[in-house]
């Protein structure tokens, strides 16, 4: 069974940076395309950023230029960059694993604030 693991979530302030952290355990050595999405109060989750095994890459409009996803095959890890940080960026980011067309396995999610 895929379990997924976040870290680096916190208060910063407008215009700040973040490091988000998933690393991924129970994959066997398989590489899977991952990504993030995020939940704010009163909204539906929503696409952040997706990244395939080989590395091809795909943004919401809202963080293109702000945010970088990224990972490492060898470490089981995935990676969001974030920069610029504005208050509508708050909400609950998860990290998400796809195996193949119907199962996906979430992480509990980790907070991100950004407030003044």
């Known amino acids: 069974q895929v379990q997924l693991v976040e870290s680096g979530g916190g208060l910063v302030q407008p215009g700040g940076s973040l490091r988000l952290s998933c690393a991924a355990s129970g994959s066997r050595n398989i590489v899977y395309p991952m990504g993030w999405y995020r939940q704010a109060p009163q909204k539906e989750r929503e696409l952040v950023a997706t990244i395939t095994g080989g590395g091809r890459t795909n943004y919401a409009d809202s963080v293109k230029g702000r945010f970088t996803i990224s990972r490492d095959n060898a470490a089981n890890t995935v990676y969001l960059q974030m920069s610029a940080l504005k208050p509508e960026d708050t909400a609950v980011y998860y990290c998400?694993?796809?195996?193949?067309?119907?199962?996906?396995?979430w992480g509990r999610g980790t907070q991100v604030t950004v407030s003044s």
């Open positions: 998400n694993l796809k195996v193949g067309l119907t199962n996906n396995y």
